[in-house]
């Protein structure tokens, strides 16, 4: 333990910098409107709680492949469409879109709206599909 101590005193401003990017990375996933889960959480939320699925990729994609009873509204059409959503206000929301990357962008457009439990799919479809889960293809 003293040599803990000893280190950080050695070396206070890696020690400062490590805490800092510590703090921040916290606040940053703080502030992005959903938590991340993987696809077996999903799973029971659908099934078990009647989450809700909310597809957040365009069209043609999700004509590709989605999962089974998702809703389609392309990320670029959410503020149009947030309207048609406000059903699913007091459900658990899964957010999905391709990587993952809209998803929490999605997630404080809706937490701003007043949805209060909202997640997003860890990896997008692609985590879904590498987990092996199915797909629907319409």
Known sequence: MDRIFEFAANHYILVSAFFLLWTLFFFLESRRGSLAISSQRATSLIN???????DLRDDDEFRKGHIAGSINVPFAKLNERVGELEKFREKP???VCGMGNQASNAGRVLQGRGFATLYRLRGGIQGWRADSLPVVRS
């Not at 078990?48 to 909310?54: A, C, D, L, P, S």
């Open 93 to 95: 929301v899964v957010l």
């Open 48 to 54: 078990r709680e009647e989450g809700v699925v909310i």
